[in-house]
Structures are given as C-alpha cells and as structure tokens.
C-alpha cells in the first residue's frame, strides 16, 4: 500500500520560502508524476503543480513564478518549495500521487498546515 | 485554464436518500474527470476517476457519468458514512483545477 508523509516547518515568514517534502513509501516513485495540492482553511483545493521523477515538471501558472520542485528518488521523496510567502499562502498542504495516463490523484498525503506569520 | 463549477453548492439529504451531484467544465474535457469525497479534517479521497470508472475499494452505491462538459455524481442510498464534501477535478490539461466543492449534510 502506498503511503504519502508531508514534512517542513509549520510556520514560516512573510517574504521567505515555505520548503515541503513528500516521502513515499509502500512501492517506487519511479514513474509517476507527484503532485502537490494546497487547501486554505475552509475553502476549495488548489493545484500547485507535478513533477515526473525524470524532473519534468508542470506548475500552476498562478504559482508560477514562486514554485520549484524537485525529486530524489534515492530517497523516495519530492519536495516543494514555493518563495516569497504571503499570509495568503496560509493552507494544509497536500503531496498526491498523479496517474500518468488519466490525471486523477490516487493516494494522498494526510496534509501539513503551513502558516504564515511574523 | 479549465474551469469547473459545481451543483448545488450545499444539500441536505438523509439516510437512505439518492443523491446527484452535478459538475460542469468551460470547455469540453471529453471524460478526464475525477471525483473525490472530503471529511473534515482529512485528505481527499479518489471515488471515481474517468467519469465513470469506480475506485477500487469504493463502495458500488457511487456511481458517476457524463462526458464532454457536463457531468454526475450519483449516490443510490446515502449512508451515515456519505456525509462530506465532494469534488470534481479535470485531468485534460494542466494546470488541473477542481471544481468548488459540494457540502452533504444530514436533513
């Protein structure tokens, strides 16, 4: 059974870089796409981006310009880092496994809460 | 980007009752989507992906169907354990995008 774990700081500062990583255990990440989804506080989910474990990667252009991803596979893990945090990156977190061939997202992390604030 | 809407927003229904959730794109995403059902405090859980094409592990009361630019939920008997927020995801082109959910709660 595929298992997803988030892990990073839970508070971090205006103006610095939220960093996230997604160790996979129970099967490879080899040869899927690993995406990372975010959720504010009572509100929809929202697409951040993907990486394939070649280093391929596809972000959400709303995010663009503040995500970088990359992947180990040495280590089973993919991590996010998204730069110049505001409050309004205030959200749970979420690292999913996204199928290649139909796009929906199989296996989830259980979510870490980042909070921005001095 | 491709963007989804939902119907209706929030429901009341009780046990027993069937229940359809409606899901809507801006373009036609042929059957690339996804449903998935939300508790709280929890990770989004894949119910239906391809439209149609039941998750395993899922019971056989979700049903979805639909292709192009309109598509459905349908739960036949709704059972104590169904009360959650649902969502729809288009997987035809990135950046992937959800639609803004659907709240079940008990009448």
């Known amino acids: 059974q595929v298992q997803l774990q988030e892990s990073g700081p839970g508070l971090v500062k205006p103006s610095e870089t939220l960093s996230l990583t997604c160790t996979v255990s129970?099967?490879?990440?080899?040869?899927?796409?690993w995406s990372w989804i975010r959720q504010p506080a009572g509100k929809g989910l929202e697409w951040i981006g993907r990486?394939?474990?070649?280093?391929?990667?596809n972000y959400n252009p709303s995010l663009e310009s503040r995500v970088t991803m990359s992947v180990d596979t040495s280590k089973n893990q993919f991590s996010l880092k998204l730069s110049s945090v505001t409050a309004a990156d205030t959200a749970v977190y979420y690292c999913?496994?996204?199928?290649?061939?139909?796009?929906?997202?199989?296996?989830w992390g259980q979510g870490t809460l980042v909070t921005v604030s001095s | 980007d491709i963007q989804m809407t939902q119907s209706p927003s929030s429901l009341s229904a009780s046990v027993g009752d069937r229940v359809t959730i409606t899901c809507r794109a801006s373009?036609?995403?042929?059957?690339?989507l996804n449903w998935y059902q939300q508790k709280p405090g929890k990770a989004p859980k894949l119910l239906i992906y391809?439209?149609?094409s039941l998750q395993s592990g899922v019971p056989s009361r979700f049903s979805g169907s639909g292709s192009g630019t309109d598509f459905t939920l349908t739960i036949t008997s709704l059972q104590p354990e169904d009360f959650a927020t649902y969502y729809c995801?288009?997987?035809?082109?990135?950046?992937?995008?959800f639609g803004p959910g659907t709240k079940v709660d008990i009448k």
């Open positions: 999913a496994r996204d199928h290649i061939m139909s796009g929906y997202f199989d296996y």
């Open positions: 129970g099967g490879s990440i080899s040869n899927y796409y």
């Open positions: 990486i394939y474990t070649s280093g391929t990667t």
């Open positions: 373009q036609s995403i042929s059957t690339y």
């Open positions: 391809a439209a149609s």
């Open positions: 995801q288009q997987s035809y082109r990135t950046p992937r995008t």
